[in-house]
């Protein structure tokens, strides 16, 4: 089986799932499928550093509200570069001992983190709540990819692809190629259809 990265996502339980998501990572190869994620409690599976686990559940499991889908798929050699960055993250994330449902750090924001560890072009909706925590203050300038973060207000550029506003986390999003605009606090679906995932090489 040739390598192949997921982005995988599934409702929240309760009435926060009707506006919010829980984002991990799926790496598949020929010894078979890891799950990765952040979950709000520690050390719960075999494989537990803090909150970041390896197979707490099954790959395409969700979290209480529904089945997941698949959001992104990486191939080739983008997907051996993501697959190396999601396996040293028990070494290299920063926030592997602490969860905060809201603002930070949660599950999306670790997702959110492996995907700017390799600059990837592709981000998480604004369903995914914390994806854009970075503690009190940050700045960052890599590439195409401009990013400021306080929790009350912040923004992300990735020229010339996609703008994001941050308003106490919450994102406005607007992605150029193709016009798509995504707001907050708005239903999290399913996608429809094969044109509603983003499938990358890059």
């Known amino acids: 089986m040739p390598l192949t990265v997921q982005l995988r996502a599934a409702k929240l339980p309760g009435i926060i799932g009707h506006i919010a998501v829980h984002y991990w990572f799926v790496i598949k190869k020929n010894s078979g499928a890891d799950r990765w994620e952040v979950w709000q409690y520690p050390e719960k599976s075999e494989c537990s550093w803090g909150h970041l686990h390896k197979n707490l559940m099954a790959i395409n499991a969700g979290v209480g509200q529904g089945d997941s889908w698949v959001e992104a798929v990486w191939h080739d050699e983008r997907a051996q570069i993501l697959a190396t960055a999601i396996e040293n993250s028990p070494a290299t994330y920063p926030d592997q001992n602490h969860y905060r449902y809201w603002p930070g750090p949660n599950s999306n924001t670790y997702v959110q983190w ?12 604004p369903q995914g709540l914390g994806k854009d925590y970075h503690g009190l203050c940050y700045f960052k300038k890599t590439g195409p990819m401009t990013h400021f973060s306080t929790p009350l207000l912040g923004f992300k550029i990735i020229w010339p692809k996609r703008f994001e506003l941050h308003l106490l986390t919450f994102s406005i999003i607007l992605e150029l190629q193709p016009l798509k605009i995504s707001l907050p606090l708005t239903p999290a679906n399913k996608p429809l259809g094969p044109n509603t995932t983003k499938h990358s090489r890059h």
Do not use: A, H, P, R
């Open 114 to 125: 492996i995907l700017s560890q390799v600059n990837s072009s592709i981000g998480l909706s």
